[in-house]
């Protein structure tokens, strides 16, 4: 197992996150017995680090891990957990909330904890100070029942940096969703970039998309194939990561066991991808893209030539993340923090911003579209 430096510790640069954990019949109905079985043979091969949260598998997800890792040392392994931010009926239960979690999770205290989900959505909210979760929050670490504070965003660089000026003095680490396709869909460069600036290590979940990049066509598939013949499709993202600076933390949601033996053996070496590799890998994440996503460059042409105002780049980014992965909750928590006259609903169907649009793209039938799906 590669181990990375974090302050005083070595992390596995592994870690098992515990949203995906293999179920029963339903999404809390864990399979314990399965994951017992997953944490043992992680722990027998060096993973150290575990993550869950308030919302996994429907709140069974601590839970179940705070079990099964109850019955190994407390000094062999990490325990990772996040106040629920993503939801805002949350904001002022925060020392519930968090008592809770130790009780669930059977500790006395959290190694790493962070806040969650940091979006659009609820930035006003988590800089609240009526609500006093971050003054809770630290408290508890100058106690030492968080030994390790931090936060994971699923929002934009901007909401992200508001966070930072805001906080950062005290945040230890960054989580963000970064994998070889989100680099320049997702902006996530920009974010590594950010995280840089505030001098934190990064936190990475998402590797592999929620298994979207675990496989792919064969034309590209061979492309990959024919550069390292024995490296699998899955290897490559976490090779990818590897070949980050600043990159800690890597966290993958094993649903199997299988899962779970392939990504504990590509962690035996370091494989950073050279510059040949790195170019094939991102201009199959281009040639992806080109099929699905509409082709905005952000010029703004589109704005002025609206009657109702709407921020057409904006709307047409969300709309490409939610068509391209296929729903998902990022475009509809983001348009939470959207007033109802400025959603894609909002949209006339004029076609002013048509007429102006140098890609040509079809900005009405996009929003109508986006609208639809947003509704079911």
């Known amino acids: 197992m ?28 864990i399979d314990e017995a399965a994951t017992e079985k997953m944490v043992a043979y992680a722990m027998e091969n060096g993973v150290n680090y575990y993550d869950t949260a308030w919302g996994y598998h429907d709140g069974q997800s601590e839970i179940v891990m705070g079990r099964i890792l109850g019955k190994y040392p407390k000094d062999s392994y990490y325990l990772a957990t996040k106040f629920p931010g993503y939801d805002l009926s949350n904001m002022d239960k925060v020392e519930e909330i968090f ?27 988590y800089l609240d100070p009526k609500y006093g979760i971050f003054d809770y929050l630290v408290k508890q670490k100058k106690n030492g029942r968080i030994r390790h504070l931090g936060f ?25 969703q970064l994998n070889w396709l989100d680099w320049t869909f997702q902006d996530a460069r920009g974010k590594v970039e950010l995280l840089k600036e505030y001098h934190l290590p990064v936190w990475v979940m998402e590797p592999l998309r929620g298994g979207k990049l675990a496989s792919l066509p064969e034309e590209p598939a061979k492309v990959l194939s ?15 990561l590897q070949s980050l600076d600043g990159v800690t933390m890597i966290l993958s949601g094993m649903s199997d066991f299988e899962q779970m033996q392939k990504n504990v053996k590509t962690f035996e070496t370091e494989k950073t991808l050279d510059g040949k590799e790195m170019d ?3 201009g199959i994440a281009d040639a992806m893209l080109k099929k699905s996503v509409l082709p905005c460059t952000g010029c703004r042409y589109c704005t002025s030539h609206c009657p109702k105002g709407l921020d057409i780049p904006a709307l047409l980014e969300l709309y490409n993340e939610h068509s391209f992965t296929e729903g998902g909750f990022i475009a509809p928590m983001a348009l939470m923090a959207v007033p109802d006259e400025k959603k894609p609903s909002a949209c006339v169907g004029c076609r002013s911003c048509e007429a102006v649009c140098p890609q040509q793209i079809k900005i009405s039938e996009a929003m109508a579209d986006f609208n639809k799906r947003l509704n079911g």
């Open 99 to 125: 008592e809770k979690q130790l009780e669930k999770c059977g500790t006395e205290y959290f190694d790493f904890y962070l806040f969650h989900n940091v979006c659009e959505m609820n930035i006003d909210a």
């Open 226 to 240: 024919d550069l390292r013949p024995d490296e699998d499709i899955p290897a490559w993202a976490f090779r990818f």
């Open 152 to 176: 994971s965003a699923h929002g934009s660089c901007s909401v992200m940096k508001r966070f930072l000026d805001a906080y950062g003095e005290q945040m230890e680490f960054g989580q963000i």
């Open 280 to 282: 094939a890998l991102l």
């Open 2 to 29: 590669i181990y990375k430096k974090f302050q005083d510790l070595e992390l596995s640069a592994l870690g098992m996150g515990a949203m995906r954990l293999p179920v029963g019949k339903s999404y809390e109905d």
